[in-house]
């Protein structure tokens, strides 16, 4: 069985400092890991996807996330973060030993950026 | 191009009464996902299907659940009757093809409260 852990309900970060949130997965097969963005009183935006191409993923709003096997990990980064980056971050994986097309999402971080 | 769309928007209701949620995919996608969303229980996967037909609805809570699909173009979820525990924010979305890496693509969800 498939599933995500998400280290951190709360991240705060000052305007213009790195952004690490973190996902660790638990899966029996090679994983599809992706990561969503929630602003409030909105659906959830895909910000990226690691589908077994390069480790190093690159998204949308300047966000990139690394695969990284052997720690079974798929971190969310940003060099420098910004106001607008204010929302909940949420990774999920899906993979084939799972029920099919499901996603397993993980808890949820909510990341607030401080001015 | 236009994306998941869901109605209503918000809904406020009593206890017994009849709710149906309404959802239109993207056009072309050919899974379609209800979702559930509470700050307890985070996002829990209610029911999909795939091209039209239910595939695995084991996260339907209760019988007081039901959810049709009755063209590629338009879902609904109906709660009869309602109950205060219902009150929520559902969330549908839709995905395209057979990849287990395609994203899925989420509405902005209706907030229901059930007083």
């Known amino acids: 069985a498939q599933s995500v852990t998400q280290l951190g309900s709360h991240v705060s970060v000052s305007e213009g400092a790195l952004v690490l949130l973190r996902c660790n997965y638990s899966?029996?097969?090679?994983?599809?890991l992706f990561w969503y963005v929630q602003y409030p009183n909105q659906g959830l935006q895909l910000l990226l996807k690691y589908t077994s191409a390069a480790t190093l993923v690159k998204g949308i709003n300047g966000f990139e996330a690394e695969f990284k096997k052997s720690e079974t990990s798929f971190h969310l980064t940003k060099p420098s973060a910004h106001m607008s980056d204010a929302a909940e971050y949420f990774c999920?994986?899906?993979?084939?030993?799972?029920?099919?097309?499901?996603?397993?999402f993980g808890s949820g971080t909510q990341l607030t950026v401080l001015p | 191009d236009a994306g998941v769309i869901q109605s209503p928007r918000h809904e406020v209701t009593e206890m017994g009464q009849e709710v149906t949620l309404r959802c239109k995919p993207i056009s072309g996608h050919d899974y379609l996902f209800w979702y559930r969303q509470t700050m307890m229980r985070g996002l829990e996967l209610l029911i999909y299907?795939?091209?039209?037909?239910?595939?695995?609805d084991s996260g339907m809570p209760e019988d007081r659940f039901s959810a049709k699909m009755p063209n590629a173009s338009f879902s609904t979820l109906k709660i009869q009757p309602s109950e205060p525990r219902d009150s929520a924010v559902y969330f549908c979305a839709s995905s395209l093809g057979a990849g287990f890496g395609q994203p899925q693509h989420f509405g902005d969800g209706t907030r229901l409260s059930i007083l």
């Open positions: 899966s029996s097969v090679p994983p599809y």
């Open positions: 299907f795939n091209n039209n037909v239910p595939i695995d």
């Open positions: 999920a994986v899906s993979d084939l030993g799972g029920s099919a097309r499901q996603l397993t």
